[in-house]
């Protein structure tokens, strides 16, 4: 069944040996590749070498019960290894994202339901932040621009693991589900009558991109300075800070105003940029491959939703993977695992029928 598998421990073997050789770490970023990929396939070689074992084991365990009535336990319970080992292998061989290691920035933007949806977009930032916190990522509001009643009109946010990442934990592998619509329902604050209303904020997630990831000319960039503006303070509609970057070959557009200075928001709207670039080029070369990050919507239509927050039930509902809870007040105070878990195994599953 897993024939194909010798081809991935004889990787690993050619590459434990190159990790080895001084020589392939004078050029620090090929060490880098190899040292990933080998990262990537351990767990992989480790448990097929079990799922070997296991399956030698059973044998002497059966030679062993047809002279002794006493093994015949231990060869259920050795079969039921068996199909353990055979289930994580096969989830460890699902095709993986090559963005999954990576940061991501972040996008809430407020959308159908006026001030009730900047009130939301706040909510969802808090719950994002509550959730990086738990799982121990380090955060950054990149650039927000607020509403007059507290909430966000449109909040970016970078989003960083902190030391090593486990297969399958990095930042984009667990929230990439995130992109697409978010739909309310409730009471909102402005609401006089008690009324339930529907509003919806849009999440836009897309892995960060460093340098090295993507190219852009200088030549390529119209850059455009003007006031910002904003709730107050004293740099506000005072000078020249904001920027706004476009990228002319492509059309596409970052801008930021919240650092006092015009060099820092320079440097943040470059760090929105090359990551919406770098989600440009992967969606343009892996298209078929990129269903997820495609279903990403980019307006705030409350029919498009991927998931209903049900304040009167307390209630969650996401419609890609039909998972429903009635915690939704943990859940927006960052307890979104089961969520995100939900999606990722719903995912997982939609692949290895592909496979």
Known sequence: MFEAVEELVAEHADLEKKLVDP??????????????????LTPIVATYRSWKQNGDDIETARELAADDPDFAAEVKDLEKQREELTEKLRLLLVPRDPSDDKDVILEIKAGAGGDESALFAGDLLRMYLRYAERVGWK??????????????KDVQVAVKARGQIEPGQ????????????HRVQRVPATESQGRIHTSAAGVLVTPEAEEVDVEINPNDLRIDVYRSSGPGGQSVNTTDSAVRITHIPTGVVASCQNEKSQLQNKEQAMRILRSRLLAM????????AADARRSQVRTVDRSEKIRT????????SDHRVGFKAYNLDQVLDGDLEAVIQA?????????????
């Open 23 to 40: 020589s392939v770490h004078a050029d620090q970023g090929h060490a880098r590749k190899l040292n990933k990929r080998y990262a990537e």
């Open 139 to 152: 955060t950054e509001i990149i650039d927000a621009t607020e509403s007059e009643l507290g909430g966000y």
């Open 170 to 181: 990095g930042v984009w592998a667990r929230l990439k589900y995130e992109g697409g619509v």
């Open 281 to 288: 080029a992967q969606e343009e070369a892996e298209r078929e």
């Open 309 to 316: 927050y049900n304040f009167p039930e307390n209630r969650i």
């Open 343 to 355: 999606c990722v195994d719903g995912d997982s599953a939609a692949k290895l029928a592909a496979a």
